[in-house]
T-cell receptor
């Protein structure tokens, strides 16, 4: 079992460029989440999905879009990258909602926007 | 929404001593409180959790206590070892009919001094 796999692991973007971060899980989990981690601010939820074909906004959704076309994949898109989006991005998945089961995290994607 | 505060932001203890990390939450409806450990270059991993109907939970050298009246919970690590060095995050979750989300604290960087 690979668990939760994020692609890519590192990326440098120029301001205004677009990119997609891919998250794949092989645990048949219903719930998937995208977080960003910034120094001194912990993990903040960007978007999440409670099942295939559904998405919802989290705490800091502006500037990001997501899609969950397949149960095992959760894509995070940046349409026009800004320096404020420089961060480490983590994807997570869980079998049930946050209060019921453990969330499994990927290893993160370090994104720098210059 | 929920707000979770975590203290201290950094903590250094001598190997073999105990470490305590404290968190407070704002919403009295929160009923699930996990703790995650993040090692360098990795994603967070669940180490222990507690639900609001329990006051204390222990797993070998780690324990978590919950005071619902004061709305705070703490992580206790005894007989610390070098491998305990990591960033620790507390979190809280409010019941929401399958739409529960974790709100994380800002993290504590724990360093064990050999």
């Amino acid at each position: 079992n690979a668990g939760v796999t994020q692609t890519p692991k590192f990326r440098v973007l120029k301001t205004g460029q677009s990119m997609t971060l891919l998250c794949a899980q092989d645990m048949n989990h219903e719930y998937m989440y995208w977080y960003r981690q910034d120094p001194g601010m912990g993990l903040r939820l960007i978007h999440y999905s409670v099942g295939e074909g559904t998405t919802a906004k989290g705490e800091v959704p502006d500037g990001y879009n997501v899609s969950r076309l397949k149960k095992q994949n959760f894509l995070l898109g940046l349409e026009s990258a800004a320096p404020s989006q420089t961060s480490v991005y983590f994807c997570a998945s869980s079998f049930l909602g946050a209060e019921n089961t453990e969330a499994f995290f990927g290893q993160g994607t370090r994104l720098t926007v210059v | 929404g929920e707000n979770v505060e975590q203290h201290p932001s950094t903590l250094s203890v001598q190997e073999g001593d105990s470490a305590v990390i404290k968190c407070t939450y704002s919403d009295s409806a929160s009923n699930y409180f996990p703790w995650y450990k993040q090692e360098l270059g990795k994603g967070p991993q669940l180490i222990i959790d507690i639900r609001s109907n329990v006051g204390e939970k222990k797993d070998q050298r780690i324990a978590v206590t919950l005071n619902k009246t004061a709305k705070h919970f703490s992580l206790h690590i005894t007989e610390t070892q070098p491998e305990d060095s990591a960033v620790y995050f507390c979190a809280a979750s409010i019941p929401n009919f399958g739409n529960e989300k974790l709100t994380f604290g800002t993290g504590t960087r724990l360093t064990i001094i050999p």
